[in-house]
Structures are given as structure tokens and as C-alpha cells.
């Protein structure tokens, strides 16, 4: 099980919550600056802004399972 935002209580419960944290602070630092070239009237065309989250990795998932191939045509246990 995975949430999303990473609150601070997520480390806290039980099991601890592995989550997906967004940069916040890069994305309201892009709104800023995009709002304030607007104000100024250096708004650029609308652009999309893309930002990569952290997987921040708890108690609540598991490592996944090592598989191991077959040769071709080798029958499944």
C-alpha cells in the first residue's frame, strides 16, 4: 500500500507508509515565478511544467521478488 504527499505522520503509522512525495517547494517556486513574469507582463505562452516525484520507501511495501528465467522451452515448477 503506497499514499501520496508524503504528510509527516506517514513515518509514524503502523506499518510506516511508503509514499510518493512531490517536490512542493520547486512547484510553488515555478507558480511564483510564472505569476510574477505575468504580473510584469513578461508572461510567456502557457507552458506545462513537469516535475518529478520521490518514491519514499516504507514498511507498508515489500522488496519485489527476485525472479529467475527459464531457458526457452524449459518447463514451469
Known amino acids: 500500500m503506497i499514499g501520496f504527499d508524503d504528510s509527516p505522520l ?7 507508509l511508503t509514499t510518493l512525495r512531490q517536490p512542493v517547494t520547486a512547484m510553488a517556486v515555478a ?5 510574477v513574469d505575468d504580473i ?3 508572461g510567456a505562452p502557457r507552458s506545462e511544467y ?3 516525484p520521490e518514491l519514499v520507501v516504507r514498511s ?3 522488496v519485489a521478488p527476485v525472479t529467475r528465467k527459464l531457458p526457452a522451452g524449459a518447463p514451469a515448477a
Open 10 to 16: 506517514m513515518a509514524f503509522t503502523d506499518p510506516p
Open 31 to 35: 507558480a511564483v515565478r510564472s505569476l
Open 40 to 42: 510584469n507582463g513578461h
Open 50 to 52: 513537469l516535475f518529478r
Open 60 to 62: 507498508s511495501t515489500a
